[in-house]
């Protein structure tokens, strides 16, 4: 564990592993200046201006040599600097060897190598970002669709810590007025309206439990919406996968039992990301390690927000209902199931109704609370139909509406401690408690706010949250 603030120059490579057109290695510190001026022919950097990229060849000074490579660095002057610090970043080719070179070289010349989020902790440390606004540097970093990045930089700018800490300042005004009368407590005074309070009690209330209620949307948009598709053996799940996917991703064999583990892989669809999980064909068997995978199958429902459940027209209605209760038996509370009508191009059309919804007639009259949607994943006929379908029972136009979004497990953990104490702060009025009851857990509802920013905070929350960031972050 490195200390809150430390007085070294660190330095890390901040471009991914591999090779690049260019590589980025940033030096934070008091001395970063300095250090990368030793190595460095061109203009001297301690003369530039902050914000400014200046061209010039990198030279170790114990080698009178060939330079390293010509390179590009920008000096940042703090504290207007991503840590708070001086900072320089230099741009060099993507030669793995001459990334190595130069962080060796720089720690040569006095620099410590970066621990994993050092540079993000220090902008925390140094107030250039609260705790929240930090986490979202890695959602941030790590979105791969458009609606997660959309929810990582709203958080990024400050948006939802804006939000909270507009909360906790109204709850530390009411609860200054509590303690206050505490104070005067021999001469029954009161300095805060019960009243008022239970009112702002009550508007608080409702805004957290709606941004908490906002994590289970927030969590899967930022993760990926995990789509299970299952059925019975020869559905066609590894040919709608592939279809989804324009990839042939999966095996598909007219064997039934071909499909025996979980296969998954992602795509966007409308800016959100979503995991389509190919499940092993339910069904009754012998075979042990067939049963391995149908278990497997169950499992993979039992986490799924959306379950794409592929039927055939060959399913009589007593199957259809025995399957459907298998599968909804293991479906979470909140998840969407959508049964989808798979081969279709073998049926002539008058099998499908004409009412323009496309339903099956018999399997629907026979479940009237299911809309069936027909498909050919082979031939691909309605995709973009069950697209639109699966895209609307994502959650995900919720969202679009919503100026906040929870997407964090620490943030919702807190909002979730926090609402229970402010439920507290409302019996209590309700039930004319002693003020220094109510001031307790109005003093607990603003301490699990304060977590969320980092107002609050301990040593062994920031290394957990900031050692699971990767070096040069």
Request: glycine share 6%; net charge negative.
């Amino acid at each position: 564990m490195y200390p809150l603030l430390d007085s070294d120059t660190i330095c890390a490579i901040s471009t991914p592993a591999g090779v690049g057109g260019i590589a980025v290695i940033r030096v934070s510190g008091i001395d970063a200046v300095s250090i990368v001026d030793s190595i460095w022919h061109g203009r001297k950097l301690a003369d530039v201006k902050s914000h400014t990229a200046h061209l010039g060849d990198i030279v170790d000074p114990d080698n009178s040599g060939e330079p390293l490579d010509t390179a590009v660095a920008t000096v940042f002057r703090g504290p207007k600097s991503f840590t708070g610090e001086d900072v320089v970043e230099i741009s060099v080719h993507g030669s793995q060897w001459i990334q190595r070179e130069l962080v060796n070289l720089l720690i040569r010349q006095g620099c410590r190598m970066a621990q994993p989020g050092e540079f993000t902790r220090r902008a925390f440390a140094n107030g250039r970002l609260d705790l929240a606004q930090a986490e979202a540097v890695a959602d941030v970093i790590a979105a791969s669709s458009r609606s997660a990045h959309r929810l990582a930089a709203s958080q990024m700018r400050g948006d939802f810590s804006h939000r909270i800490s507009g909360l906790r300042d109204q709850l530390i005004e009411i609860a200054s007025l509590l303690e206050l009368e505490l104070d005067f407590s021999e001469e029954d005074v009161e300095f805060a309206s019960r009243s008022q309070l239970r009112t702002l009690a009550d508007t608080l209330l409702k805004e957290i439990t709606r941004l908490a209620s906002s994590f289970s949307t927030g969590a899967v948009l930022k993760d990926g919406v995990p789509v299970a598709i299952v059925g019975e053996p020869n559905a066609g799940k590894s040919t709608l996968l592939n279809a989804l996917l324009h990839d042939n991703r999966a095996i598909v064999s007219d064997i039934p039992g071909t499909t025996r583990d979980t296969i998954e892989d992602t795509i966007e669809i409308d800016g959100v990301l979503y995991r389509f999980i190919d499940t092993a064909g339910i069904r009754q068997t012998d075979d042990s390690i067939e049963n391995l995978g149908i278990e497997r199958s169950y499992a993979t429902i039992s986490r799924a927000r959306i379950v794409l459940w592929l039927i055939t027209p060959d399913l009589s209605p007593t199957d259809y209902h025995t399957l459907k209760e298998s599968i909804t038996s293991h479906l979470p509370e909140d998840a969407k199931l959508i049964t989808v009508l798979n081969k279709i191009d073998i049926l002539p059309d008058n099998e499908l109704s004409s009412s323009g919804n496309g339903e099956l007639s018999p399997l629907s009259k026979s479940d009237e609370d299911s809309i069936i949607i027909p498909i050919s994943a082979r031939n691909g006929k309605n995709l973009p139909t069950l697209m639109q379908i699966l895209h609307s029972n994502s959650g995900a136009e919720e969202t679009e509406g919503a100026d906040l979004i929870v997407t964090n497990a620490r943030h919702y953990e807190a909002l979730i401690h926090a609402r229970a104490s402010l439920e507290r702060v409302i019996f209590g009025i309700d039930t004319n408690l002693s003020g220094d009851f109510i001031a307790q857990d109005l003093r607990e509802t603003i301490h699990h706010l304060s977590t969320i920013t980092g107002t609050i905070t301990t040593a062994d929350l920031l290394q957990t949250i900031f050692q699971k960031f990767c070096i040069g972050k």
